[in-house]
Nanobody, 125 residues
Framework: HVQLVESGGGSVQAGGSLRLSCVLS????????MGWFRQVPGKEREGVAA???????SYPDFVKGRFTISKDDAKNTLYLQLNSLKPEDAGMYYC????????????????????WGQGTQVTVS
C-alpha cells in the first residue's frame, strides 16, 4: 500500500504562487503515473496535472502555462508549481499515483489512480 503525503498549501493573493509537494512511500520500479487533482465543495475532483514515469506531462487547458508538474525520483517526491493563481484555483489539492502506464487521455481522470494523499488546501483571495 503506497502512502502519499502532500504539503505546501496555504493562502495566497491572486497572481501569487505556491509550490506543492507530495512524498510517496514508494514508487513503482516499472511504469507509473502520478497526478495532481483538486476539489472544491459541491464539485467533482478534477485533474490539473499528471506525469508519467518517462517524464511526459499532461495538463487541462485551464492551467496550461500556469501550473507545472515535476518529480524527483531519487526523493520519491512529486511537485506542483502553481503560478498566476486565480480565485477559481482554490480548493483541496490531492496527489495520486497509479502503478501502471496511463495514456494522455486517461491521466487526468481520477478513476485510474490507485493511491491518494490526504490533500493540502489552497486558498486564493
Amino acid at each position: 500500500h503506497v502512502q502519499l503525503v502532500e504539503s505546501g498549501g496555504g493562502s495566497v493573493q491572486a497572481g501569487g504562487s505556491l509550490r506543492l509537494s507530495c512524498v510517496l512511500s514508494e514508487v513503482s520500479p516499472k511504469e507509473y503515473c502520478m497526478g495532481w487533482f483538486r476539489q472544491v465543495p459541491g464539485k467533482e475532483r478534477e485533474g490539473v496535472a499528471a506525469i508519467g514515469s518517462g517524464g511526459s506531462t499532461s495538463y487541462p487547458d485551464f492551467v496550461k502555462g500556469r501550473f507545472t508538474i515535476s518529480k524527483d525520483d531519487a526523493k520519491n517526491t512529486l511537485y506542483l508549481q502553481l503560478n498566476s493563481l486565480k480565485p477559481e484555483d482554490a480548493g483541496m489539492y490531492y496527489c495520486a499515483t497509479a502503478s501502471y502506464f496511463l495514456s494522455a487521455i486517461h491521466r487526468l481522470r481520477e478513476d485510474y489512480y490507485d493511491y491518494w494523499g490526504q490533500g493540502t488546501q489552497v486558498t486564493v483571495s
